[in-house]
């Protein structure tokens, strides 16, 4: 299966590499930089390629190239999966250590085939898991909101909402978790913990947790289930015709909150290569103007009902340049606390299997996935 | 340790320079600017006293390890500290030994001790280690410790170190692939392990050793499909993939014509499996094998499951086995990959684009229908306006794809694209042009407007290829554009010296074509046009005006072709198909790395088309004795190399409690009070109950019974070294010849290792025990254990009773060419038995049999079997290597029936394997009387090894041996009752003519054998 796994930093440079079976010379590597050159953009390097002897598969994440190499017939998925679970688990566990990561790469795979992919697992056999009898459920419904057009009709709105679980109880605890509305899920997927046919049957989630924290389940609301958008945007972005500028203005309002505040806005703009700089005012957070890759992102954190955020101002255009067909997207980020956008309740979280009471908690959080508004 | 930013590291030489300039233990006289001495500072660290020390310089060695620096110099003292009591440390030198131990054989070999001691530490965690790191030092020479340490983890308690004993075949199996045999029999006895813990990495092993013995399976299918949603994730795609290959080799096609499907099934999924029965037994024209069902309803809910890799199996696996109905179900799911990463996208848009290309779109117009069309063309606008033209030029190519493959929206999509035509952007223009030509094409009828309205554009459209696009559609459609046509031609008269070549080339096919519709108007400007062609620069449009004048203007010398310029120039053109870069790849299996790549990967599997007959479905079924006889068996013969001594003996019993208490741990206790029961398998995969029990089965399960009071706290007991001796002795005796030169090795590497080895407890036998070895011994002679089960051949099929003559009652049987359960001595038979009467037929059983002294193993009494029903018995018969018919009668409560089974010879061989060089030794003890050989000319068609080797499979049981030489085909078996060897050997000689040899003792049989060898081969 994974014969080698190779991490390259964004700058090309080899800094951990492991082997499972015999070594791999680090210069078949090479083959992937020739395509990481003709790619040009990080994204677009092919996730898999093929060298004479060997094949290249690699995954892209937190600017960081997880390369596997495999010799014979796998499925490229079944690679991908896996090292994207030990980017999640680097991410986790490491923050300053090589050896801690060679030592775990050495503990989820054997042979090439994986081993121990659970963090909590892993986690274990690093150190003993500390015991605390308590248990935190989080429910995070993270919206994948919409995009209007100029007339403020919804172009694509969807949900899709993960629950995480924060585990600590002793024993076998067997739970059982259900929701006042379940019917809402279009599509779910979950952790290996849960039962299958209990969800089939009677909409429940029954699952004997591991320790730590995991993700439960993932959901999936369609767009038929109406998506409320809380917030909404004003804008008004132009290039004049004649000279070289053009201007912004940009207002956010709330829309259907749920009474709650709208935390961490911030929007951000991919402006047109002819814009130059920006000259603008905010009456709330910062804004800041990259030059060189001309995003303009305002951060503007809390959304206050009675004072709404304002961007004003001009742009400047680079001389000569023809003025821009279209006007730019906006790319707006967003949290709500305490609830989840989706209308996802819990109703109840029950324990089986051991004597003592547990304690409970949820968390709701609705946090903006990829929400544009085009103009 | 240090604090070095993991994402900055760029060289790693002083990265550890740093790190030792802050630890404080390092001596301070050192210095630190070099490498070398860093590595000679290590060195001291590691010889030091203290732990923290060697530690920290352990920690500093796997840190240059992992930036690939090469510290193979440390070795000697790297390798000193592998005994340490520090755990930490312990796991360091491990990943050390392992990068290392190929460059320092020699060196590594004094550290096996310790892992031969840790294979018996009481911390399951330990062993599994132990095994792991032993397993993956890839040291030739410790092959035969490993083997040994692979069979005891095999058979341990703990599913994890069974686990990593599955892993560890694999890495054998790279090492030394000679070794395949003996693992293949771990393998086999591993596939029986009902650990879901221990089931993925089994069926990992199976593919990678021996993915073609498929006959492996057969026994554990059900239980596999059962356990499957237990399984760890990446288990379950390993699990799915073999699986899916399975299935297209046992079940016949879901997809016939005709073929109606139950759609009760699908409703049914999770009711119980009563109702599922009584779905089969209505007569259908297809009726879905019930495993074949299970399979599918087992993998359904891992559609839910969050790795996408399982997803995309359970995907492929309804797309290469489910009926066309339901493959739509994995849409929903594949669409939530699509939310994944972006590699994950990548891989599953080229699955998906696969899917919807072969089945007629059936997923994609569920993707893209009527209803949500408008939203992506919607999208596909926000696309089009994007500043990359490429991507927008892309947008516009797959809406051209759209409109063709969905025609209600055909429409829309073409008046959008004829809005685009204004767009600013000449690339977007140029390319909607050349889409809207092509949707035209395919649909010509009442475009008029839009032709027009291009014809009015065409003069702000520069792009040439859109130009030419245009005019090439104006000729094409002349006849619908009878006003614009000729004027579009008289502008370009008067620009056409200033076009490009693709400009002028369709100019002067506009003016062809208008000249022949519509001559009148046009003569004048079509004879401007020729000539500024005639004297253009460029050969190409010279040509092709010289052409168009011939063609179209009369004169003399031009004779027949005139006539047929019309029909030649203004033919109704083909439609082009619209269709992406994905089309061939459907000849690869979804998911896999091939399908990825469009190239055949190394080690690809190819998926079999669907057998036009099911093979025996029986072969799946499990009986209610035959797990535990056949474990039993096994696990003799595995003791017959294992033990005499006490310990083998415990650990049998421990494994057979350990099938229970993996599924629960905390119920291991309680299994020391019940052993009886294991030997029963779950009720589940019971069947069929046609087996008695086994003679063997009784004796060890007694045997299991004895000493499961001594379970485990024995094992630990155990001097570690004895054991292993123990095994060398017994194993040495069967297996004399093959062996003896890796046993030299293996002694002295016992003799080697540091470890005080503890002499043999006193062997005293207890009579169990004793009973084990005699039928360890027996099996040997008959040599079960180097036996293989052969790759399938052909099934033939023989009459044995014509329902005319046995009044309703017809059977046939055929040699499934596996090991007979009952007895080694025996060929096993399978018999089908069909009631073709209009009554139910009852006792059936076998009365007299002739010659006297046959010895056969009979089916058990059928009590009844219904008309139109049919069973499969499998029963045994010793031939004791003749081909004498066996004649017994088959008789019902009212009849009896003469029936006689007589074999062909080839039916009494079972294979054997060995290695080439084996064979050269056997064959010259074998010369002379016991040589019979024939030269034949050979079919042309036969001359490949696979269809040599087909077609002697065909006609005998015997097993492939591998050959360096590509002329020379060798083949191995021996005859079912004495166990003598019988080798075939086919080497091809110039112009079609080979040369046949068999070397065997029993010489009637060789010339049978030979008889019947030549006929196929000369045949085609």
Request: net charge neutral; with cysteine.
């Amino acid at each position: 299966m994974i014969h080698s796994l190779f991490l390259i930093n964004h700058a090309g440079d080899i800094f951990l590499e492991k082997h499972w079976k015999s070594v791999i010379s680090r210069s078949v590597c090479d083959y992937f930089f020739e395509a990481k050159e003709k790619a040009v953009e990080p994204e677009n390097v092919p996730p898999v390629l093929q060298t004479p002897h060997h094949y290249l598969i690699s995954i892209y994440r937190d600017k960081l190239f997880f390369l596997s190499v495999v010799q014979t017939e796998v499925p490229p998925l079944f690679v991908i999966e896996f090292l994207h679970r030990v980017a999640d688990t680097i991410q986790v566990l490491i923050n300053d250590n090589v050896v801690t990561v060679y030592e775990l790469l050495e503990e989820m795979l054997d042979n090439g085939f994986p081993l121990a992919t659970e963090s909590n697992v892993l986690k274990e056999m690093i150190r003993p898991p500390t015991i605390l009898r308590s248990v935190v459920n989080t429910l995070t419904g993270s919206s994948n909101v919409g995009d209007k057009l100029p007339t403020g009709t919804t172009v694509f709105a969807e949900i899709q909402g993960v629950i995480e679980a924060s585990v600590r109880l002793t024993g076998m605890p067997d739970l059982s978790m259900t929701f006042m509305n379940p019917s809402l899920l279009d599509d779910v997927s979950f952790h290996p913990c849960v039962r299958f046919k209990r969800w089939e049957s009677e909409r429940a989630l029954s699952f004997i947790p591991p320790d730590g924290n995991f993700t439960l389940m993932n959901y999936h609301v369609s767009s038929q289930n109406l998506v409320t958008i809380p917030v909404y945007v004003k804008q008004n972005i132009c290039f004049f015709e004649t000279g070289p500028c053009g201007r912004l203005d940009i207002t956010i309002g709330p829309k259907q909150t749920m009474g709650k505040t709208v935390e961490a806005l911030m929007v951000t703009i991919h402006m047109p290569k002819a814009v130059l700089s920006a000259n603008l005012t905010a009456t709330q957070g910062n804004y800041t103007y990259d030059l060189a890759t001309k995003v303009l992102v305002w951060d503007i954190g809390k959304l206050n009902p009675q004072k709404l955020p304002n961007l004003r101002g001009s742009l400047s255009l680079q001389s000569g340049a023809p003025k821009p067909e279209d006007n730019p997207s906006l790319n707006i980020d967003l949290k709500i606390q305490q609830v989840a956008i989706s209308g996802l309740k819990v109703s109840r979280l029950e324990m089986n299997g051991e004597k003592y009471k547990p304690f409970k908690g949820v968390k709701y959080l609705t946090k903006a996935g990829n929400f544009q508004v085009r103009t | 340790m240090s604090t070095i930013a993991l994402y900055n590291d760029q060289g790693g030489a002083e990265a550890a320079v740093e790190a030792g300039r802050r630890t404080p233990p390092v001596p301070a006289e050192l210095p630190l600017d070099s490498s070398a001495l860093t590595l000679k500072n290590l060195k001291e660290m590691l010889e030091s006293n203290k732990e923290s020390l060697k530690l920290e310089a352990m920690k500093r060695v796997v840190g240059l390890i992992s930036k690939g620096k090469n510290a193979s110099e440390l070795f000697p003292a790297v390798v000193k500290n592998v005994a340490s009591k520090n755990i930490e440390l312990k796991k360091l030198v491990y990943v050390y030994l392992v990068r290392y131990a190929e460059e320092q054989q020699d060196l590594a070999l004094l550290s096996i001790s310790t892992f031969q001691r840790a294979l018996k530490d009481p911390n399951q965690f330990i062993r599994g280690s132990a095994l792991r790191v032993l397993s993956s030092i890839r040291v030739p020479i410790i092959v035969p410790i490993m083997m040994l340490a692979i069979k005891e983890a095999a058979a341990d308690l703990s599913p994890y170190v069974r686990k990593t004993s599955a892993h560890a075949i694999q890495k054998l199996y790279s090492l030394d692939p000679d070794q395949k045999e003996q693992l293949i029999e771990v393998i086999e006895k591993l596939l029986k392990d009902k650990s879901t813990l221990v089931a993925g990495s089994v069926v990992m092993s199976f593919e990678e050793v021996c993915p073609d013995r498929i006959d492996l399976i057969h026994k554990n299918y059900r239980k596999l499909c059962n356990l499957l949603v237990d399984v760890e994730e990446w288990g379950q795609v390993v699990i799915i993939s073999m699986l899916t290959r399975y299935a297209r080799t046992q079940f016949t096609s879901p997809w016939k014509e005709g073929a109606t499907f139950d759609e009760n099934h699908d409703k049914a999924f999770y009711d119980s499996d009563s109702e599922e029965k009584k779905d089969q037994t209505e007569a259908k024209p297809y009726i879905m094998d019930p495993d074949h069902r299970l399979l599918l309803r087992n993998t359904k809910p891992l559609l839910q499951s969050r790795n996408t890799a399982v997803v995309m199996c359970v995907a492929q696996l309804y797309w290469h086995l489910a009926p066309t109905q339901e493959v739509n179900i994995v849409t929903k799911s594949l669409v939530r990959l699509l939310r994944s990463h972006r590699e994950v996208q990548y891989i599953v848009l080229q699955n998906i684009a696969t899917m919807s290309i072969q089945r007629k779109l059936e997923i994609l117009t569920n993707l893209a229908n009527e209803a949500n069309i408008s939203t992506i063309l919607r999208e596909f606008q926000t696309y089009v306006k994007s500043q990359d033209k490429a991507f927008a030029a892309a947008t516009i190519q797959a809406i051209g794809r759209c409109a063709t493959n969905i025609t209600d929206v055909t429409d829309t999509c073409l008046s959008g694209l004829v809005l685009l035509l204004s767009n600013r952007d000449e690339t977007v223009v140029a390319e909607s042009v050349v889409v809207i030509k092509k949707l035209l094409q395919t649909q010509p009828t009442q475009h008029s407007e839009i032709i027009k309205h291009m014809a009015k554009l065409f003069d702000n459209i520069t792009v040439s290829m859109a130009r030419a696009s245009i005019l090439w559609l104006m000729g094409e459609y002349c006849d619908r554009v009878p006003k614009i046509a000729p004027d579009v031609l008289r502008k370009m008269a008067k620009t056409f010296t200033a076009e490009e070549d693709i400009v002028k080339l369709q100019t002067v096919n506009l003016a062809a074509k208008l000249y022949l519709t519509n001559s009148k108007q046009t003569k004048l400007l079509t004879q401007y046009i020729l000539n500024l062609g005639k004297y253009d620069q460029s050969y190409d449009i010279r040509d092709r005006t010289r052409f168009i004048r011939q063609l179209i203007v009369p004169n003399e010398k031009s004779g027949a072709l005139n006539k047929y310029a019309r029909r030649i120039l203004l033919a109704p053109k083909p439609a082009p198909v619209l269709e992406s870069s994905f089309k061939d790849r459907d000849r690869f299996q979804l998911g896999t790395l091939s399908h990825s790549l469009n190239t055949k990967a190394a080690g690809y599997q190819e998926l079999s088309d669907w057998p036009a007959v099911a093979p025996d479905q029986s072969v799946r079924n499990v009986e209610v004795i035959e797990p535990s006889g056949s474990e039993s068996e096994e696990e003799s013969s595995e003791e017959s190399e294992k033990t005499s001594s006490d310990s083998g003996k415990s650990s049998s019993g421990s494994e057979k409690s350990s099938s229970e208490s993996e599924s629960e741990p905390k119920k291991k206790k309680k299994t020391k009070k019940a052993p009886q029961k294991k030997s029963k398998p779950p009720a589940a995969f019971s069947d069929s109950d046609e087996n008695g029990n086994g003679p063997v089965a009784q004796a060890s399960s007694s045997s299991a019974e004895s000493s499961s009071g001594s379970e485990t706290d024995s094992e630990d007991s155990d001097p570690p070294a004895t054991p292993q001796k123990k095994k060398k002795d017994v194993k040495s005796k069967p297996k004399a010849e093959v062996k003896s030169k890796v046993e030299v090795s293996l002694l002295d590497l016992v003799d080697f290792s540091p470890a005080p080895t503890n002499a043999p407890k006193s062997s005293v036998f207890s009579s169990s025990l004793l009973s084990d070895l005699e039928g360890l011994s027996l099996s040997n002679i008959s040599s079960t254990i180097q036996v293989t089960t052969p790759s399938f051949g052909p099934v033939k099929t023989y009459e044995l009773l014509h329902h005319m003559t046995g009044k309703g009652l017809s059977a046939k049987y055929h040699f499934p060419r596996q090991p007979c359960l009952y007895e080694p001595s025996m060929v096993a038979v399978q018999v089908i038995l069909t009631n073709s009467s209009d009554h139910s037929l009852e006792e059936i059983h076998i009365g007299e049999r002739s010659p006297a002294g046959l010895n056969i193993h009979c089916f058990n009494t059928i009590e009844r079997l219904e008309p139109e029903a049919s069973v499969t018995v499998s029963m045994g018969i010793d031939f004791s290597d003749s081909t004498q018919a066996a004649n017994f009668q088959l008789c019902t409560k009212e009849d009896q029936f003469s029936v006689s089974i007589q074999p062909a010879v080839g039916e009494l061989l079972m294979p054997s394997s060995m290695t080439e060089q084996d064979y050269s030794k056997e064959q010259g003890k074998l010369l002379g009387m016991n040589e019979t050989s024939a030269t034949i000319t050979m079919a042309t068609a036969n001359t490949s090894r696979l269809a040599i080797s087909k077609q002697v499979l065909s006609v005998c049981n015997v097993g492939e041996v591998p050959s360096s030489q590509n002329s020379v085909h060798r083949f191995a078996g021996r005859t079912v009752s004495s166990g003598a060897l019988v080798l075939v050997c086919l080497e091809l000689k110039e112009s079609s003519t080979a040369l046949l040899t068999i070397n065997t003792e029993k010489s009637v049989m060789a010339s049978m054998l030979l008889r019947d060898l030549k006929q196929p081969l000369v045949q085609a």
